[in-house]
Each structure stands twice: as structure tokens, then as C-alpha cells.
């Protein structure tokens, strides 16, 4: 029996050898990234004599993130047979690491496990999970099938839905499409971002818009941004027909939105409160939108939006012109009797006209309409937070970016 002066002894050489494993790893790959010749095979060696798993499993994270951003490099000599030993430690980790770097060194035997893998039910999730992102690393090219397959499994939809998104798949948007309706409010996100990843994607989302099998709402501004920098006339086109106006934030707005976001990750004169946050909500916000239940109909709901992206929210905020839903977009409506009202346009037909204003629900008879016009403007004002001291600038936006509800004071 070791003595316990020994094992700190041997467990000091084991640590000392994983560190100069790893100092190993790196110096041969970031002189692979040189494009010196087959520097990773004087690594081979010291993997094979190497027992300890913790110090293989240092030395394998170490080549894994020098050639991190390579799809394909030389297989290094030897590589195979250290591969197969290593392939049968009891370490998932270090056996998933194995089989990505061989894949990465271009092993058929690697690429044809891995998608078996993937595919194969009786496997648990986290195994799955590291053959797809090892796949996706590789960009296997028969993956986009085994893909649209995932759409169909909860547990890998999500990274399949994003993994689409990799490849000009002709056959993914109409995939999508076909589950779009089951997915839940995460999912649907990824694969509205997928759709807007490619201006070959872009054409099904803006049919599905168009036939009203996916609703406007669905749309957050992040995606039309996205939507929009694909920079097609004709889909920009279509877009702003069904959905709305967008355009870039002017030189000002984009000072004014880097003022604020530094204040509000300045430490200020205490944390940020969402409590008091709450309140200044109610006071300045509430009137017109929703948030965790509570509040008006006359802007979009904010609970599902994305509240915890602080350059999104504050570009909302901010620039609220920036980019409008058709839904949010003002009209003005002038009476015969020369009354305006300015609101959210509910409804009209050849009976009447219905807006909605921050205070109330107005019906207009159609025979007393003089005009009836739609801005290039949303109903939300500009200046809002200029009203505000930096304190309830700082509560309101942490109570914006809450998670959860949380009580007023």
C-alpha cells in the first residue's frame, strides 16, 4: 500500500504528465496550423505510452482545439491503431473525442460509425448528440437526410433544425414546414432562423406567411433583420407586404442604444431592481403591451419575445421605427366632422372602421370617414427612456429581461 507521502508523489506525476501532454497537443497543433509537415504524429508516441486517462483525454483536447475550424486534415501516422485502443477506454469523453479527431483525419470506419450512431434509436441522447455535432463538424455530406429523419425526434430536433442550416438542402424547407406546427416556442425559433439562413430557404417561410400558415406574430425582429440582410429585392418585397417595414438604424440611434447599454451595465448607484423595474413598467409601458400577463393589447406581446438580448431590446426601445409588424404600424383616421384618431388599425370593412388607441377602442361608421391612412410609423413613441432617471432606466430593463415574474413594490 502507498504511503501518503506516495500517492501525493504519483498524483503530482500524474498531473505534471497531462500538463506536458497538453503542452504537447497545442505546440503540434498550432504548428499544424503552419502547415508544417505531420507535426500531430510525434504526439502518437506519447499518446501510446501514456496510461493514465486523464492525461490521454488532456493531450486529445489539446489537438481537438488546434485544428479546431479544420474539416479535414492528414491523418497522422500511427493514428489508427492508437485510435482503435483508445476507442475502447471506459471514458465516453475521451472515446467521443476519438472518434471526432479520426473523423477529423478523414477515417471512413469513424464517418460510418458516426452515423450509425446517430441514427440508431437505441442509443442514448448524449451519444446522438456527439455523433451529430461531430457530423456537422465534418459536414458530412449525406447528412442532411438523417436530418430531415431528426425533425421527427424531440430530443434532436432542436440541433437538427439548426443543423439544416449548414447545407443547400432543397428538401429542408419543406421539412420544416411539415413540422413547424408541432414545434414548441424554442423550436420554431430555430427553424424560422434556418429558413432565413439561405435565400433559397427564404421563399417557403414567406408562402407559409402568405397562406396565413404561419402567423405574422411568429416573426420576431431579429429574424426580418435576418430576413432582410439576405439582400433580395423580391423577398424584401414580399416581406414588407405581408409583414411590415424595416430599415437600419440611422448613425444618432445607434449612439443613443450604445449610451444606454452602457448605463445599463454600469454598476450605477445600486443593483438594478426588477421590483421597482415592475413598477416603472406599469407607469410608462403597460398601457399598451403585455408582459407575464398583464397589461394592454395595443402593442405586441412581450412575454415570448426576446426580452434577454439587451441590443435587441434596446434597438426596440430605442428606434421602435426601426422595423414594424404591419399589425403595429399607425394609422391616422380624420372624421367628416374633423375629429383624427390615431390607433392600431382592429378592423374595417364597408360598414365601419375599428382602432385601437392607447386608451381605448374607437368604431368609426364607415359613411363618416373622411381618410383613412397608413404610416410608415409605429404606434410606440420615440424618447421613452428619456423621461426616466438612470436608476429606473436600469430597474426597467431588468424587469424587461426577467425570466420570471416578479412582484411590484
Known amino acids: 500500500m502507498k504511503t501518503p507521502i506516495l500517492r501525493v508523489l504519483s498524483h503530482s506525476v500524474r498531473k505534471l504528465t497531462a500538463f506536458l501532454a497538453l503542452t504537447l497537443a497545442l505546440i503540434a497543433s498550432f504548428t499544424l496550423r503552419a502547415d508544417e509537415p505531420d507535426p500531430l504524429s510525434a504526439l502518437i508516441p506519447v499518446l501510446s505510452q501514456i496510461q493514465d486517462s486523464q492525461a490521454q483525454l488532456d493531450i486529445l483536447k489539446g489537438m481537438s482545439e488546434g485544428l479546431k475550424g479544420r474539416r479535414s486534415v492528414k491523418m497522422p501516422s500511427g493514428w489508427e491503431s492508437l485510435a482503435a485502443k483508445l476507442g475502447a477506454s471506459s471514458n465516453p469523453e475521451l472515446r467521443a473525442l476519438v472518434q471526432s479527431l479520426s473523423l477529423t483525419f478523414g477515417s471512413k470506419k469513424a464517418l460510418d460509425a458516426l452515423r450509425h450512431q446517430l441514427m440508431d434509436p437505441r442509443q442514448d441522447t448524449a451519444a446522438r448528440t456527439s455523433a451529430l455535432e461531430s457530423l456537422l463538424g465534418a459536414k458530412d455530406p449525406q447528412l442532411p437526410v438523417s436530418l430531415r429523419k431528426l425533425l421527427a425526434e ?7 433544425l439548426r443543423g439544416l442550416a449548414e447545407y443547400d438542402d432543397p428538401q429542408a424547407p419543406a421539412a420544416i414546414m411539415a413540422v413547424y406546427p408541432v ?3 424554442a ?3 430555430d427553424a424560422l432562423s434556418t429558413l432565413v439562413s439561405r435565400s433559397d430557404y427564404a421563399p417557403s417561410l414567406l408562402e407559409a406567411l402568405e397562406k396565413g400558415t404561419l ?3 411568429d416573426l420576431s425582429a431579429d429574424i426580418v433583420r435576418q430576413l432582410r440582410n439576405l439582400k433580395q ?6 416581406l414588407e407586404k405581408v409583414w411590415g417595414k424595416s430599415r437600419e438604424s440611422g448613425a444618432d440611434k445607434l449612439k443613443e442604444m450604445a449610451r444606454y447599454k452602457a448605463l ?30 398583464e397589461g394592454g393589447k395595443v402593442g405586441p406581446e412581450l412575454t415570448g419575445s426576446n426580452r434577454a438580448d439587451l441590443d435587441y431590446l434596446l434597438e426596440n426601445v430605442v428606434d421602435p421605427n426601426a422595423i414594424i409588424p ?4 399607425t394609422w391616422t383616421l380624420e372624421t367628416k366632422d374633423d375629429r383624427v384618431i390615431t390607433g392600431i388599425l382592429r378592423t374595417q370593412d364597408d360598414k365601419s372602421v375599428t382602432l385601437v388607441t392607447p386608451n381605448e377602442v374607437i ?10 391612412d397608413q404610416s410608415d410609423f409605429s404606434m410606440m413613441p420615440e424618447g421613452l427612456l428619456t423621461a426616466l432617471n438612470n436608476d429606473e432606466i436600469r430597474d426597467l430593463v431588468s424587469y424587461l429581461r426577467s425570466p420570471v415574474q416578479v412582484a411590484a413594490p
Open 154 to 160: 424531440k430530443n434532436l430536433r432542436a440541433k437538427a
Open 183 to 185: 414545434l414548441t416556442p
Open 187 to 189: 423550436e420554431k425559433k
Open 215 to 217: 402567423a405574422r406574430a
Open 233 to 238: 429585392p423580391e423577398l424584401t418585397a414580399r
Open 264 to 293: 445599463v451595465l454600469s454598476p450605477g448607484t445600486g443593483a438594478a431592481d426588477p421590483s421597482r423595474g415592475h413598477a416603472v413598467f406599469s407607469r410608462t409601458c403597460q398601457q399598451c403591451h403585455t408582459l407575464f400577463g
Open 326 to 329: 404591419n399589425d403595429y404600424r
Open 363 to 372: 368604431t368609426t361608421p364607415r359613411s363618416e370617414v373622411r381618410k383613412l
